[in-house]
């Protein structure tokens, strides 16, 4: 994903003379160096700093620069908040945040650099937009949208290596709109980021027991597409909730309020991390399944349900 | 040394924030009496003019230290930028203004109020201009017990990376924050003007209320780096019973206090 966004970035870059990406000594790799060959002066390593990071982007845009912050996600968010809040959201700054790693990413490297809560501290900010694509493609078309808001967004990224899932997707993307990846008629399965990957592979199970099965990539988290998701709700008789992300703040819990808010009477169960620091290593997956979040635990709850 | 009329202005600009702090629980008085004459010497003597009339600057100007807020506002209606009207309705349902400066209203060119936030913004504003080889200087005003922020420090160590001589810094140095002196909580802050150079910065130290001195050295600076005035102040200047004491941070005068303040202010014991 961190590749495809800099890809798309040395391309938005190439078409707007006055795109900025300042990174706080985090960089998306191999694939940034064209843009730092071609356009040194737009790629600013601003050091390990990332209040300064923030402040330095919110003055680039209010002299009409589209700006990029760029470091991995938990230093992205929770660092230089109040620069986040005050300088981009308070004074409505289009200045796109990305947080690389966005969830277990980073594994092993403990809960220093887990961005569990990120989506829930970021969506809770006015003017703030919040996108987490599931896969390559979708982060290039979220990385063009972030170039043209008009407002501040969190852009949520998964790490490197993501598969596509999304080539045979039923609808294009559009910013605040739900995304149909397959349709289905009994259950919905509504999930964002990377763990969608799962998510498809627990569709495909159900599926194999007659039901059919749609997948939904909620993308947008913020402006969240309530009116679509209540249309979910609606249409099948059985939603499912994937994150990977707290249940504090989420899309489990937002998804909870709309069903409330529209008298769903399907039967909703929610998959997100716990509230809580485990303190535990080894794969992403692994870091998931001490969550309770792996194929085997939600196919079962599923079923006993 | 200030000429007489800006001596004047200076006392009316207090007459004037006196006269609205009366109508206001609290108000940030002794802050903005600090750093009055550093931002009328900015404004007048400073920035250059876009457009007369109206009154347009070409060159940007930050109140870091957001509470000093009064200050601004009674220069930007001397300048007609705001409105008499805006100032009577301060902290009004139906007015504009607020304790703080908020971006989008005339002249405000930052949402401030949170310590430590104008340096890094106006970091990418001069770098922004920088790049683009655009010709304006970016003024900012900072107090001395904001650059106990770390951000300030962040900040500071990433400016002269940059390249931008386009950014000019005063620091409202009356050695107060809100509780104490900063002297007494915080004596390894000094010396200032040495820690600042060790940063690449040019530094220079100034008598903050006097406008002239201010901007002589301002002019006189080798400008090959963002520069720092250490401008030294009186917190409350020109109110006997204001200055140095920490309660006016945040306070409106009594009316016999106002008033006793006022008979002090047109006495002329302003320097």
Known sequence: MRDAFARTLYQIAKENPKLFIVVADISPAASMALFQKEFPDRFINIGVA?????GVCAGLAMRGCTAFAYTIATFAVYRPFEQIRDDLCYQNIPVTVVGVGGGMAYSTLGGTHHAQEDVAVMSALPNMSVIAPCDPLETELATWTCSQSKGPVYLRLGKAGEPVLTADALEPFQFGKLRYLRRGEDVCILSYGPIMKMAMEIGKKIEETGQTVSVISVHTLKPLDKEG????????????????HSQEGGLSAKTKQIAWENNADCRLFTFSLKDSFLHTYGSQQDIWKAHGLDARSILNELLIS | MNGGVEKNRYIQYRKRILQLSQKIG????????????IVDAIYFKMMRLNSLKPVKYLDTFILSKGHGAMAQYVVLEHLGILLESDLNNLCQPSGKLGGHPDYGVPGIEASTGSLGHGLPIAIGMALADKVFKIDRMVYVVMSDG??????????????????????????????????????????????????????????????????????????????KTPLMVIANTVKGKG???????PIWNFKSPSKSEYESALKELDGGLLT
């Open chain 1, 50 to 54: 990332e209040q300064s990071m923030i």
């Open chain 1, 229 to 244: 998701i209540a249309l979910a709700l609606k249409a099948h008789s059985k939603a499912i909730v994937i994150e990977e």
């Open chain 2, 26 to 37: 609290a108000l940030h008085i002794a802050p903005a009496f600090s750093c009055l004459e």
């Open chain 2, 146 to 223: 904001e650059m106990q922020e770390g951000s300030v420090w962040e900040a500071m160590l990433i400016a002269p990376n940059l390249g931008l001589n386009n950014l000019a810094v005063f620091v409202d140095s009356n050695d107060f924050q809100v509780l104490d002196r900063i002297s007494k909580i915080n004596p390894n802050f000094y010396p200032i003007k040495e820690k600042v150079q060790s940063f690449g910065w040019e530094a220079i130290e100034v008598d903050g209320h006097d406008s002239w001195l201010i901007y002589e050295k301002f002019i006189k600076r080798k400008g």
């Open chain 2, 239 to 245: 109110v006997s019973f204001m200055e140095n004491n």
